[in-house]
T-cell receptor
C-alpha cells in the first residue's frame, strides 16, 4: 500500500486568507484525488490531479477557489483560497492502489482546517 | 442523480454479535463496490471490495453484493469494541470519467 503524508495536519486560519495543503506519496502515481469531509458528513471529491495536465474539478468546485498543482508523480498541493468559515473541513488526498486505474484508494491522514 | 444511501445510525451491537451494515445505490451499471472504515479523527481505510454478485469473506468480515436489488452489505462477525467506527460505502459509477460515489456512512457502536 502507498504511504501518504499531508502537511499541515491542522491549521486555524482567518477568513479571507489562503492555505496550501501538501500531499506526498512514497511511490509514483498518475492520479491523485483531493476530497473534503465536512463535520459528520461523508467524502466529497473536489478534483482529480493528474501529473502533466490540468486538474479535473467536480461540480461545485472551481479552480479559482481550489487551485491544485501536480509538479511530479509523487507530490500535489491543494490551495483553499479566500477562506470563509464554510471551508472549515478535513481535506484528504488519496491515490488509487494501482496508481493508474480506478481502484481501491489509500488516503492520507488529512488536514483539519478551521476558519474563523 | 448518483446516490449511495446508508443508514446513518448509530447502530448499536453487543460485543460478540453480528453487525450488519447496508448500502443501496442507484446506478445499475456500477461494477465496483468498497467498504471503508473510519475511526473518529482518522482517515478512511479499506476493509473490503467486491465486484461480483454473492458473498466475499475475509476473516470476520463478509461483503454481500446483489446487483439486481442494487444493494451491498457488510457483515462483521464476533463484533469487537475495536470495530466501533463509521463505515463508509463507496460505489464506482460507470461514467465518462472515473467517479467514486460515497455514502454518508453508518456509525457502528459495539457495546462490551
Amino acid at each position: 500500500s502507498a504511504v501518504i503524508s499531508q502537511k499541515p495536519s491542522r491549521d486555524i486560519c482567518q477568513r479571507g486568507t489562503s492555505l496550501t495543503i501538501q500531499c506526498q506519496v512514497d511511490s509514483q502515481v498518475t492520479m491523485m484525488f483531493w476530497y473534503r469531509q465536512q463535520p459528520g458528513q461523508s467524502l466529497t471529491l473536489i478534483a482529480t490531479a493528474n501529473q502533466g495536465s490540468e486538474a479535473t474539478y467536480e461540480s461545485g468546485f472551481v479552480i479559482d477557489k481550489f487551485p491544485i498543482s501536480r509538479p511530479n508523480l509523487t507530490f500535489s498541493t491543494l490551495t483553499v483560497s479566500n477562506m470563509s468559515p464554510e471551508d472549515s473541513s478535513i481535506y484528504l488526498c488519496s491515490v488509487p492502489r494501482t496508481g493508474t486505474s480506478t481502484d481501491t484508494q489509500y488516503f492520507g491522514p488529512g488536514t483539519r482546517l478551521t476558519v474563523l | 442523480q448518483k446516490e449511495v444511501e446508508q443508514n446513518s445510525g448509530p447502530l448499536s451491537v453487543p460485543e460478540g454479535a453480528i453487525a450488519s451494515l447496508n448500502c443501496t445505490y442507484s446506478d445499475r451499471g456500477s461494477q465496483s463496490f468498497f467498504w471503508y472504515r473510519q475511526y473518529s479523527g482518522k482517515s478512511p481505510e479499506l476493509i473490503m471490495f467486491i465486484y461480483s454478485n454473492g458473498d466475499k469473506e475475509d476473516g470476520r468480515f463478509t461483503a454481500q453484493l446483489n446487483k439486481a436489488s442494487q444493494y451491498v452489505s457488510l457483515l462483521i462477525r464476533d463484533s469487537q469494541p475495536s470495530d466501533s467506527a463509521t463505515y463508509l460505502c463507496a460505489v464506482e459509477y460507470m461514467d465518462s470519467n472515473y467517479q467514486l460515489i460515497w455514502g454518508a456512512g453508518t456509525k457502528l457502536i459495539i457495546k462490551p
